[in-house]
């Protein structure tokens, strides 16, 4: 009778052992972020918290949430437990967004032209790209696509680019994993209005700080 | 049988190729087929083995802390966080969407529909090294001066952009009128101000001031003080 009992009570403490060892990981992981984002918010610029459990991406200045992005969906891939704060080093897209410049006209003695002739193609958010890579340092990067949304075709198209991007970076962590470098990939599919904001929004040398699951 | 022999002739030239096709096509797809699940399958392994060592690394620290004091640690952090937080009045302005909010805490209390900068920009002619960006400034700014019926110093870009010859006298250079009724100076020379292109708010159309409708702005105005924290992003 008493081994079983014995048996019961040391399963119970082991299990409650490490019941309150993950409490303990949770609380640390969690005292971590606010460490990162006490050190991001003592600047007065804009940082980024990307949350992958909840799918937001806050853009925060202070601590002051300032715009929330949604993110449809995500993987990531990688070595490493982002437990730092990472900072923007380049912004790469395809389709670069240009400014236009004004053209003044011939220098004219007391001949105003209206002040209005600058409101056509100023530079706005729709000029702006939804497929773009953030290279961030220490190895991370972001990749942000577009999600397309409607019918089964573009259904079947969202499918085959999550398929291909998780193979070309499993191949790139493989090749990262062999030549003994960081390589972190986080990939978010946004609506195309969003992943637009959100390249429009980004602060120049941001702090990003990552939530993820253990 | 010699028709019989030439149709299946016929028929096999046209059918091989296909067939050849097809082939090559399903050898393809199972090649890539393999290639992707072992690379895939590489990739996870070497992700859940550095990832279990990290955990279990992190676990053995932990068991030395004491909870008492990450709780402790934790509370400090969010006491330092928010203190950064404006206790009063505070401006948010979305340069994409061209909408400036007035908030308090997490509530809006106004919203308004504002022009920002063009993000377009001009060289000077005679200088090709002077050159000027018409972007909205971004991020934490306080709100410096308060002006009634603010006058507009025009700058040497102003001049330039119209193809007028900058004046010499400084008197020349006032407007009046063109800013609205009032004023709140965020520093560096930009301001938020009215407007008398009314039918352009909401489009990026600025030379980087923030341009508010009349009524919008004397709310404002009002509702804003000599350090109201503004947010431009």
Known sequence: MTVPF?????????????????????IKRETRLLELEAKAAAQPVGYVVLDLIKKKIYLKIRGVTLKEFDIVDSDTIGIGQLNESYSLVNVKAIFAPKRKEIKPPA???EEKTSSTTQEADSYSVEDMPSNYTLILDKGLSIS???HFKGNFLLSALNYANKKMSRLWNSSKLLWSYLKKTPFIKVVAAMSKDD??????????KAEFIIIRQP | MNDYNSINNIDNNTEYPKRGLMRWIVYALSIFLVVFSV???MAYFIQKNSNVAVFKKEEAGNAK??????TKKNKKIYKSLS????????????TAKNILYLKNSDKVLYQAVVSTGSGRFLIDPNKQERKWVFDSPRGEFKVKSKIVEPVWVKPDWAF?????????????RFEEGVLGDYALGIGNGYFIHGTLYTRLLGKPVTHGCIRVGDNDLKIVYKAARIGTKVYIF
């Open chain 1, 6 to 26: 014995l048996f019961v009570f040391i399963w119970c403490s082991n299990a409650l052992s490490d019941d309150s060892n993950i409490q303990d990981i949770k």
């Open chain 1, 107 to 109: 220098q004219k003695k």
């Open chain 1, 144 to 146: 942000v696509s577009q």
């Open chain 1, 195 to 204: 992943a637009r904001a959100f390249y429009w929004a980004l602060p120049e």
């Open chain 2, 39 to 41: 690379i895939n399958a």
């Open chain 2, 65 to 70: 802390k004491a909870a008492n004091d990450i």
């Open chain 2, 83 to 94: 203190s950064l937080f404006p206790k009063d009045n505070y401006i948010v302005i979305d």
């Open chain 2, 160 to 172: 330039i952009e119209e193809g007028t010859n900058i004046p010499k006298n400084y008197n020349d």
